[in-house]
Nanobody, 116 residues
C-alpha cells in the first residue's frame, strides 16, 4: 500500500513562496509517477505538475509555468512543489498523487491560502 502525507501548506501573502512536501511510505517510490493536483472551492480538481519516474521529465499547468517547480528525491521517498510568486488564485487544497500502471493513490491534502 502507498501512503502519502503532504505538508508545507499555509497562509501567505501574494508574491510569497511556499514549498510543499509529500512523503511516501513505499519501498519502490522511484517507480511511481508523482503529481500535484489542487482543488479550489466550487471547482474541479486540476493537475498542477507532474514528474516522471523514468527520466524526471516534468509537466506543468499553463497557469503555474515559470512559477512552480516539481522535484523528487527518491532517496527520501519525497516529492516537492516549490511555489513562487504566489497569487490569490493559487488558493486551494493541494493533493499529492502517486501513480503506477492502474494504481493511483492520493494524500489527504494540504491547504494553501494566498491573501491579496
Amino acid at each position: 500500500q502507498v501512503q502519502l502525507v503532504e505538508s508545507g501548506g499555509g497562509l501567505v501573502q501574494a508574491g510569497d513562496s511556499l514549498r510543499l512536501s509529500c512523503a511516501a511510505s513505499v519501498r519502490t517510490f522511484s517507480s511511481y509517477a508523482m503529481s500535484w493536483y489542487r482543488q479550489a472551492p466550487g471547482k474541479e480538481r486540476e493537475l498542477v505538475a507532474q514528474i516522471s519516474q523514468y527520466d524526471g521529465t516534468t509537466n506543468y499547468a499553463d497557469s503555474v509555468k515559470g512559477r512552480f517547480t516539481i522535484s523528487r528525491d527518491n532517496a527520501k521517498n519525497t516529492v516537492y512543489l516549490q511555489m513562487n510568486s504566489l497569487k490569490p488564485e493559487d488558493t486551494a487544497v493541494y493533493y499529492c498523487n502517486a501513480a503506477k500502471g492502474r494504481l493511483s493513490r492520493w494524500g489527504q491534502g494540504t491547504q494553501v491560502t494566498i491573501s491579496s
